[in-house]
């Protein structure tokens, strides 16, 4: 069975651009999480979807926007990108749904902002 | 400052031998507890989770326990292998009624196996 997938895998932009981020849940999951992981330090939350609603957000601006679409699968927008927002982004998802129980990650797409 | 944190950034340990990765909470109100593997180049891979309402949960070659008067998570793995060396973080998670606020990250501890 495939796992949380990810796309693009990497992705340099330059600042001020934004930026769209793709995930696909393991099949049957409903809820969708997204995570910033700077390097060397631990993920950090920035939302979660379950059937299409945002039930919870990270400290985040709102430069940070996300979807979940009717098949389960999330996108993450970034706008103005600043230089800080280099990182690796992960996707998550839950069949257990809204909590955070036995949350699976994808591997990320890891964010250039040059 | 982070409600979850580990002892130690760095593991160092022989092939074969035991290790224990230690991890602090400071929210009592945490209910729940899962351990991840972090590869290089890869995300959090499950370990292993713990409900507060336990203080031991064994898998294959890994132990989790918890503590909750000290507020103390452990992983435990046993006849450590080369596969095992990456980073390891523990995670908490308190209960609102939703995954409102997600999981709290600690910043990890990196496991080197010496052959």
């Known amino acids: 069975d495939a796992g949380v997938t990810q796309s693009p895998t990497h992705l340099i932009k330059t600042r001020g651009q934004h930026v769209t981020l793709r995930c696909s849940p393991i099949s049957g999951h409903k809820s969708v999480s997204w995570y910033q992981q700077v390097l060397g330090q631990g993920p950090q939350f920035i939302f979660q979807?379950?059937?299409?609603?945002?039930?919870g957000r990270g400290n985040f601006p709102d430069r940070f926007s996300a979807r979940q679409f009717p098949n389960y699968s999330s996108e993450l927008n970034v706008n103005a990108l600043l230089l800080g927002d280099s990182a690796l982004y992960l996707c998550?998802?839950?069949?257990?749904?809204?909590?955070?129980?036995?949350?699976?990650f994808g591997s990320g797409t890891q964010l250039s902002v040059l | 400052g982070e409600s979850v944190g580990l002892h130690l950034p760095t593991l160092s340990v022989q092939e074969g031998d035991n290790s224990i990765i230690n991890c602090a909470y400071s929210n009592s109100a945490s209910d729940y507890f899962i351990w991840y593997k972090q590869e290089s180049g890869k995300g959090p891979q499950f370990i292993i989770d713990i409900r507060s309402n336990m203080d031991k949960r064994q898998g294959q070659r890994v132990t989790v326990l918890l503590n909750k008067t000290v507020k103390h998570l452990s992983l435990q793995i046993a006849a450590t292998q080369p596969g095992d060396s990456a980073v390891y973080f523990c995670?908490?998670?308190?209960?609102?009624?939703?995954?409102?606020?997600?999981?709290?990250f600690g910043k990890g501890t990196h496991l080197i196996i010496q052959p």
């Open positions: 998550a998802s839950t069949s257990r749904a809204p909590t955070n129980e036995k949350l699976f």
């Open positions: 995670a908490e998670n308190t209960y609102s009624g939703g995954g409102a606020d997600g999981l709290t």
């Open positions: 979807y379950y059937e299409k609603e945002e039930r």
